[in-house]
């Protein structure tokens, strides 16, 4: 099944399930084997059944969002689906079931001037005290970027360029954290969250630690029983993580120089790999060996740091991949490659720098465009294909013979069809029209 990735499709249940045709971000998650999917001991929280568990066992309580009835924000399942994607777009957040391409929960911005039905008193309140920061809903206020989504431990963080936010669906809340502190979702007010797209009254109080109000990036994994998040952002990097429920901590690292954090990756032991745009002109791919590691740091990434220098590019973003022993750095219209734990200096595989210096030869000819930077890289771990998405071309580059499987355009009267902007690709495999 090609996956409908534009506001025109309508599920089975007859709900529209995408707002808006610009996708600025797709993760894929598969919940089996996972703790938030099939409680054990250790678990205390609202499961993926809707159920709450303490210490793995089931109590008689309901989040709020299973009990929910349908509505054009909501589907008819009464639990997470096993497979799924978190669809991201200019409007709303969306989560939709991947074998049936069902709409399951929808989060969008606030609506502003727009009154919510029921009490304009509600929105009055929240527009001028002073104490309820304007956070908007759950997700945001219109006009809001959002920029990225990432999954872990049954939570979803959303980048934006107000605040950074946290659906939670193991306690039925959410947060919002910025610069001054961080804001929880006050649950006096709205009960969890089925109130997710009202006026969402972020806290009347301030909580420590806080975090960068504006995010671009964000990527996650668990390790034991926490799940961390890696957040990105123009002045740094901030790490935090969950012991059982409730913040455990959160740290900031700030990127000096200027400098802007462009892309993560996490490996599966734990490793962070930063790609940081520097107004120096240096731009420098950071690895931090584990949290220990990047406890360590200090206020700022400093020379302790294991990184490798990369060429400078000239506008556009930059972006990462790792798989097995190789980092993967899309900057300007090429992909490079460097060795992940020796840092060897770093190659050009395909494309071209797109610098004002002079152009490096690619080792393999095998992207059809090279005048537009690259958007998106992805590795593939089943079918070992790298997929680079960079102007309105998607390529798929077999790794293990450096060819191209195929290349295909995104634009409008193109087969299969992709984002009109570029940007996301879902984490399944690369099948041309399909994605799992």
Known sequence: MTFPVDATYIDGNGKQVLLS?????????????????????????????????????????????????????????????????????????????????????RFIVLEVPSLPSGDPGIFLEWE???????????????????NAVSW???????????????????????????????YRYRSEVHAGLDSRNLPSFFGDGVFSPAGPSISDAVASFTSGTSTYFIVGS??????????????????????PLGGESRGHAVTSGGELYVLIKYDDGGDRL?????????????????????????????????????????????????????????????ELLFGKTLAATEPVAPLYDVLSQVDSAVTTIQVDSTTGQLAVLYGDVLTLVHLGKNTAVASYSTGPDSNPRLPSTPRALASYNFTVGEVF
């Not at 005290?129 to 956070?135: I, N, R, T």
């Open 286 to 346: 950071k690895i931090v060996r584990s949290i220990s590691e990047w406890q360590s740091v200090g206020g700022s990434f400093s020379g302790s740091v294991h990184q490798v220098s990369l060429p400078l590019w000239v506008g556009g973003e930059g972006r990462l991949a790792v798989h097995g022993d190789v980092a993967y750095v899309g900057v300007g219209s090429g992909v490079w490659r460097t060795d992940r734990v020796g840092l060897t200096a770093p």
């Open 128 to 146: 001028e005290d002073e104490s309820l920061p304007g956070l908007g809903t759950v997700l945001g206020i219109d006009g809001d970027s959002l």
């Open 234 to 255: 123009e002045t740094g990097v901030t790490v935090f993580w969950w012991a059982g429920n409730g913040i455990a901590s959160l740290q900031t690292q700030d990127t």
């Open 152 to 182: 872990g431990g049954g939570r979803l963080v959303v980048s934006t360029d107000n605040a950074t936010r946290v659906i939670d669906f193991r306690e039925d809340r959410s947060y919002a954290f910025r610069d001054g502190g961080h």
């Open 21 to 105: 045709d610009n996708v600025r971000a797709i993760e894929a998650v598969d919940l089996s084997g996972s703790s938030f999917w099939s409680p054990d001991a250790t678990y205390t929280g609202f499961g993926a059944d809707g159920n709450y568990y303490e210490n793995g066992d089931a109590t008689s309580d309901r989040a709020t969002w299973a009990v929910e009835e349908d509505g054009d924000h909501r589907g008819t399942l009464n639990r997470f689906p096993q497979t799924f994607f978190a669809v991201l777009t200019d409007q709303e957040l969306s989560i939709i079931a991947a074998d049936t391409f069902d709409l399951f929960i």
